[in-house]
Structures are given as structure tokens and as C-alpha cells.
């Protein structure tokens, strides 16, 4: 097999990465050393840099795959031992001269790196923490630095990775371990929930240490993420959205991010040919924002689904609010913020406004709509000094009223 110069290798490894959402460099916090000041690349939280993969995608991490060879045969995966792509493997020593070329010439603020399973899992660990240690050790970066951890991995190497990664992450892969038996039968669900408990504890462990003494050193402190796919087997929204939840109570996520399964050539007729439409992933990441920022409980923005699956033209919170009419309309002078939070078209930062504002003086319909997303969408579920929605919050066409109408995209 002909070998690949590093640019070869550049294009396949960042093409091969695109499948993994979990890249987010949100949380991170700038890395000081108060030994060694200085250091290369210690993100400010201000301006983010970009990078252009081979596709043309934007990004703002090296997002990057030390190798797609597997030893593992996961049906929904492009990189499966069975699958008929072109193969690369970097060096840690050419991710890491990569790493700094593009930093050094403002084109990323960090890494994220993940890998293909070879040999072993600790073989494969042992290569991405050689990558970070080189990074942080041999040439004082202060990057932001995303480790994908694998779950067999000896935890020696995890406690390795969290010294010199901002945040850590492990794949759950399939919402139900029903499903990752049936498409990743040489994964089990029982080694990565396990794993991750493992990381949630000595994540638990390191906040301690931090809180007796601020020179205790550092344990990812970014967190630790996952990722699930979605579309894959079938399963509703209400699945997903139970086990993100899950995910979020037992083993203190940062965050759980939604890929949609997307077909790959060759793969197994137990797939669906199509991929689901990129409104559900979005939907997801709604409802998500409704747990963990507004104050719903999951049962209550399942409850809004109808078969279990999120209405693709109402986004989750409007949907919960024409279905609980009866908790409308809120005045906006008088409510308390969790039941402001909760009015469709206000979001976080519009009600702080709106309890800043209304210290000063009473609210009226226009100077609420001036922080709103929507002020048509708005309207039906509060009260104001001049307004109140009357009848029309009972109407049986309300949520065609405020539903927002079908755009025609542009074509260039």
C-alpha cells in the first residue's frame, strides 16, 4: 500500500472526523500555569479562530482522527473493519507538529482528537495521550484540548488523559443498549456506562482536591461529554430524550450531543436507507435546552411529543404551551422568572431583561416584544400593562396562527 504524505493523510483523517458532533470548545476555561506563565495558545473566551477541512466546513478546532483503521465492526460507522475507505494513520509526533502549524498561523484555538480502535484500547489510549502530553509538556501549549477516551482503556491512561485535556468524552453511541447490541455487538452498553461513571467520580474527586487546594492539579476541566446517534434504529424521541436525561443525572455531563445517522456506502440492509431530516436533530438540541436551561422536567417535554416523536413544525417549548393553555397567559410584570421562562418566544437572556427592566417601570406589550424572539408568537401567552391576549389563547387555530410559515430557501 502506497504510503501517504502528511496532506493525504490530512484530508482523510479530518474528512473521517465529520461524523463526530461532540467538538464544542464551550466551558472551557483558559489554561494558566501558575509555575510556568506563558505558553502557547491559552484561549481568552474572546473571538474564535477557524479552520477549513477538505470539504469546505468551518471549524474552530483541529478537529482531526489519529487513525480510521478499526478493529471493531460497527454496522452504522464508516470506519468499521468491513468498510472499503481509504486508510490513514498519523504519528502523535504529526498531529501534534499539525496542531501547532495551525495554531501558529490563527487557523484553530484548539484540538480535538479522536481515534479508530488498533491493536488494543490501551494501545489506542496510549497513542492520543502521547499526542496531549507532547502538546502541553514538550511545547507549552495552553490550547483547548478535546480527548476522546476509549471505555476498555486501563484507567492509569484516563487519569493521564484528564491532566492534559480540557474536557474528556465517551461515546454512548445508540440511545437503547438494546440497539448497540444488535449494530455494535462487539460494544457493550454495561463497559461504557461504567466508564463513564468511572470519570464522573474522579471528575467528583478533582473538584474536591481543587476546593482543599487551588494548586491541586486539574482533571479535564471542561467535563466530560458524549455523543449519540440518531435515526439509526428506529427509535422515538422520547427514547433519546430519556436517555439523555439519564445521562445527565447519573454521570454529570457537560453536554450530550445528537448526530443523525447518516447512510454509508456499503452498509447493512438492518439500516435505513435514508437519513432522518436535520429538523429532528435540531428538535433534539431543543428539547435538550428546555432541561437543562428552563426548568422542564423531561417528562413534561415528552409529554408534548406525540407518539413519542417532537412535532418537526413546532419547535418543543410552543408545542408544551398549546398543549398546558390552561397554565396562560403570564403577566409579564408579575410572574416569577420560572414561570417567564416558560412563555414561548422569551428565552434566557430576554427574561434577565425583562426582571431588570420591570424594577424600573411597568412593562408594556411593545417593550417585552422588543426582547422577544417572536412578538406574533409571544403574544397569545402573556399580559401586559395594554394587553391581554383576550380569547385567542382558546382559539382552535392558534397554532397555525403562530406557527412560523415555510421559507423558500435561496437557491445560490
Known amino acids: 500500500m502506497a504510503r501517504l504524505d502528511i496532506t493525504k493523510k490530512l484530508a482523510v483523517l479530518a474528512d473521517a472526523a465529520k461524523y463526530d458532533a461532540s467538538c464544542a470548545s464551550s466551558g472551557a476555561k483558559p489554561r494558566k500555569d501558575p509555575v510556568k506563565p506563558g505558553g502557547i495558545g491559552s484561549i481568552t473566551g474572546?473571538?474564535?479562530?477557524?479552520?477549513?477541512?477538505?470539504?469546505?466546513?468551518?471549524?474552530?478546532?483541529?478537529?482531526?482522527?489519529?487513525?480510521?483503521?478499526?478493529?471493531?465492526?460497527?454496522?452504522?460507522?464508516?470506519?468499521?473493519?468491513?468498510?472499503?475507505?481509504?486508510?490513514?494513520?498519523?504519528?502523535?509526533?504529526?498531529?501534534?507538529?499539525?496542531?501547532?502549524?495551525?495554531?501558529?498561523r490563527n487557523y484553530i484555538e484548539g484540538l480535538f482528537l479522536s481515534s479508530g480502535i488498533i491493536r488494543s484500547p490501551d494501545y489506542t489510549m496510549e497513542q492520543l495521550v502521547r499526542v496531549a502530553q507532547?502538546?502541553?509538556?514538550?511545547?507549552?501549549?495552553?490550547?483547548?484540548?478535546?480527548?476522546?477516551?476509549?471505555?476498555?482503556?486501563?484507567?492509569?491512561?484516563?487519569?493521564?488523559?484528564?491532566?492534559?485535556?480540557?474536557?474528556?468524552?465517551?461515546?454512548?453511541?445508540?440511545?437503547?443498549?438494546?440497539?448497540?447490541?444488535?449494530?455494535?455487538?462487539?460494544?457493550?452498553?454495561?463497559?461504557i456506562r461504567k466508564a463513564m461513571g468511572g470519570l464522573r467520580l474522579r471528575l467528583d474527586e478533582a473538584e474536591d482536591e481543587r476546593k482543599r487546594s487551588r494548586r491541586a492539579p486539574a482533571f479535564a476541566p471542561a467535563g466530560q461529554s458524549t455523543q449519540m446517534i440518531v435515526g439509526a434504529d428506529g427509535e422515538k424521541d422520547s427514547d433519546i430524550l430519556a436517555s439523555s436525561a439519564n445521562l445527565y443525572s447519573g454521570y454529570k455531563l457537560k453536554r450530550v450531543y445528537y448526530s443523525a445517522y447518516s447512510p454509508i456506502?456499503?452498509?447493512?440492509?438492518?439500516?435505513?436507507?435514508?437519513?432522518?431530516?436535520?429538523?429532528?436533530?435540531?428538535?433534539?438540541?431543543?428539547?435538550?435546552?428546555?432541561?437543562?436551561?428552563?426548568?422542564?422536567?423531561?417528562?413534561?417535554?415528552?409529554?408534548?411529543?406525540?407518539?413519542?416523536?417532537?412535532?418537526?413544525?413546532?419547535?418543543?417549548?410552543?408545542?408544551?404551551?398549546?398543549?398546558?393553555?390552561?397554565?396562560?397567559?403570564?403577566?409579564?410584570?408579575?410572574?416569577?422568572?420560572e414561570e417567564l421562562l416558560r412563555v414561548p418566544g422569551l428565552g434566557v437572556k430576554s427574561v434577565d431583561r425583562i426582571i431588570d427592566i420591570r424594577r424600573l417601570t411597568t412593562m408594556r406589550l411593545d417593550d417585552v416584544a422588543k426582547l422577544a424572539r417572536s412578538a406574533k408568537v409571544l403574544r397569545p401567552f402573556v399580559t401586559a400593562l395594554d394587553w391581554t391576549p383576550g380569547a385567542s389563547l382558546d382559539g382552535t387555530h392558534l397554532a397555525r396562527a403562530v406557527k412560523r410559515p415555510a421559507e423558500q430557501l435561496s437557491l445560490f
Open 134 to 191: 507532547l502538546l502541553r509538556e514538550e511545547h507549552g501549549f495552553r490550547g483547548y484540548i478535546h480527548l476522546k477516551t476509549i471505555p476498555d482503556a486501563d484507567p492509569n491512561l484516563i487519569e493521564q488523559a484528564g491532566r492534559y485535556a480540557d474536557r474528556l468524552s465517551i461515546n454512548v453511541e445508540l440511545p437503547k443498549a438494546t440497539s448497540l447490541e444488535k449494530l455494535a455487538p462487539q460494544k457493550q452498553a454495561g463497559t
Open 46 to 104: 474572546q473571538g474564535i479562530c477557524h479552520s477549513y477541512a477538505p470539504d469546505g466546513r468551518c471549524i474552530s478546532l483541529l478537529k482531526l482522527l489519529l487513525t480510521n483503521h478499526c478493529i471493531y465492526d460497527c454496522l452504522y460507522c464508516v470506519n468499521r473493519a468491513s468498510s472499503d475507505v481509504q486508510r490513514a494513520r498519523f504519528t502523535p509526533e504529526e498531529v501534534v507538529q499539525l496542531t501547532l502549524d495551525f495554531y501558529r
Open 265 to 337: 456506502p456499503g452498509s447493512s440492509q438492518s439500516l435505513p436507507a435514508r437519513k432522518p431530516p436535520l429538523m429532528r436533530e435540531h428538535r433534539l438540541y431543543q428539547a435538550d435546552w428546555l432541561y437543562r436551561f428552563y426548568g422542564f422536567a423531561m417528562d413534561e417535554v415528552v409529554g408534548a411529543t406525540d407518539g413519542g416523536m417532537l412535532d418537526l413544525d413546532l419547535d418543543p417549548k410552543l408545542a408544551w404551551a398549546l398543549r398546558n393553555r390552561q397554565r396562560f397567559p403570564i403577566d409579564v410584570n408579575t410572574a416569577s422568572r
